[in-house]
């Protein structure tokens, strides 16, 4: 952020609340009415939310899901800097997220209201709507990115992960169902193709259009 902020600080920024210093300013109430600490108490509290980051490898009875909207919620609740804790948080998540060996949650500005939801929910300590948002998040990008990255032009794979700008998920899955895309339906519902079969399918789709 150091370019930027030398571009555009934040306009009630002190010389001490440059990129990489927490605030040392009070924040006003979040909408659902839970207000940040005071910022004489962000160093601690930042300590004792890496405690509970450091927890997340052991064992719990709580659904990992559930434990990683815990830590993403409480960090946005601390506010740690003066601006970009949004931003800061969901990206921290993806770090978190990659040193336990998961894909990043994505979190796209069409679900920004209902992200906002589950965290106000979060706030009241009702981890599991954005336990869910995140865990459908990391499940997305798994499909889009990671399993066509990884697999060769004849491996099957399930549909979303063969989506592209060109041709929706959707009209794969019509395609599917009217025998006009090679896929093989499992047991579990979901529909699986290959590239393979996908650049036939598209190529003949194009000879008909």
């Known amino acids: 952020m150091s370019l930027v902020w030398a571009v555009d600080p934040h306009p009630h920024a002190t010389p001490a609340e440059g990129p990489g210093n ?33 927890g997340l490898r052991g064992e719990s009875e709580e659904p990992l899901p559930e434990r990683l909207a815990h830590v993403h919620n409480r960090f946005e609740q601390i506010h740690p800097f003066l601006d970009g ?27 920004r209201d209902k992200y906002l939801q589950a965290m106000r929910r979060a706030d ?29 032009p004849v491996k099957l794979v399930p549909l979303p992960a063969l989506a592209t700008r060109d041709v929706t998920e959707n009209a ?4 599917a169902a009217r025998g006009r895309l090679h896929a093989v339906k499992g047991d579990d519902g979901m529909w699986r193709s290959s590239k393979k079969w996908v650049n036939d399918y598209l190529k003949s789709r194009h000879r008909r259009s």
């Not at 979040?30 to 939310?49: A, I, L, N, Q, T």
């Open 22 to 54: 927490f605030r040392r300013h009070e924040i006003a109430k979040f909408p659902g009415g839970v207000k940040p600490p005071s910022w004489p108490e962000v160093d601690s509290r930042m300590r004792d939310w890496v405690r509970i980051v450091d």
């Open 172 to 175: 794969l899955r019509v395609a």
């Open 124 to 152: 009241n300590d009702e981890f599991g709507p954005l336990g869910e948002l995140v865990a459908r998040s990391v499940t997305t990008n798994l499909y889009r990115f990671v399993m066509p990255a990884m697999a060769g």
């Open 85 to 111: 804790n949004g931003r800061t948080g969901r990206l921290v998540l993806n770090l978190v997220l990659g040193r336990i060996g998961y894909p990043p949650a994505i979190i796209y500005k069409r679900d």
